[in-house]
């Protein structure tokens, strides 16, 4: 089901089949995907299955989506309200607040990379979440080693608040992130 779209950029739910899973599966195990999002080491289709699977079918505060561009599904995006949010490495403030979104997401085809179609699905996902889900603030989190996805961020609109140390495991190491912030005008 389509969630938000504009011109030849839409998002739309994840649907639970053996193909969208495998198809989340290829994107997370590519490299310039796997190096910033998520402890990824070792996903098979199972543990894809066991994760994804409660967000798809709304047993899960964390709703998944699919990002399209010109009818080529390019993504993977997730949007939750952040106080539902139990996994955090430590308690923020900002977190428990009432309005405040959480967006996750990264583009998986490595050619579409660098051309502004990050920053434009944000840009969508942001107005989608500030009209039909009446979110005040929305954040996002990334490495603060990952300085393509930050500069996506704040073409979209984001700031950065500050670092979160500590805040990310990737393999057995942890990593520090940005609280990356964009607020209702």
């Given at each position: 089901m389509l969630i938000v779209s504009d011109n030849e950029l839409l998002i739309r739910e994840m649907t639970d089949s053996d193909d969208e899973y495998s198809l989340l599966l290829s994107w997370l195990n590519n490299p310039t995907v796997s190096a910033w999002y998520e402890n990824t080491a070792g996903l098979t289709m199972d543990a894809i299955r066991s994760k994804y699977r409660p967000r798809i079918v709304g047993e899960s505060h964390i709703q998944s989506a699919i990002i399209e561009w010109k009818n080529r599904p390019i993504g993977y995006l997730q949007y939750y309200e952040a106080r539902k949010e139990m996994d955090y490495a430590y308690p923020e403030p900002i977190l428990e607040?009432?309005?405040?979104?959480?967006?996750?997401?990264?583009?998986?085809?490595?050619?579409?990379?660098?051309?502004?179609?990050?920053?434009?699905?944000?840009?969508?996902?942001?107005?989608?979440?500030?009209?039909?889900?009446?979110?005040?603030?929305?954040?996002?989190?990334?490495?603060?080693?990952?300085?393509?996805?930050?500069?996506?961020?704040?073409?979209?609109?984001?700031?950065?608040?500050?670092?979160?140390?500590?805040?990310?495991?990737?393999?057995?190491?942890?990593?520090?992130?940005?609280l990356m912030v964009y607020e209702k005008p």
């Open positions: 607040e009432p309005n405040v979104w959480g967006i996750d997401m990264f583009i998986g085809e490595s050619d579409l990379h660098g051309k502004g179609i990050g920053s434009a699905t944000l840009s969508l996902m942001m107005r989608y979440l500030m009209k039909e889900k009446g979110a005040q603030k929305i954040i996002m989190d990334p490495d603060v080693r990952n300085e393509r996805a930050v500069r996506a961020y704040e073409k979209a609109g984001f700031k950065k608040v500050k670092i979160l140390k500590q805040w990310e495991q990737h393999g057995e190491e942890w990593s520090d992130a940005w």
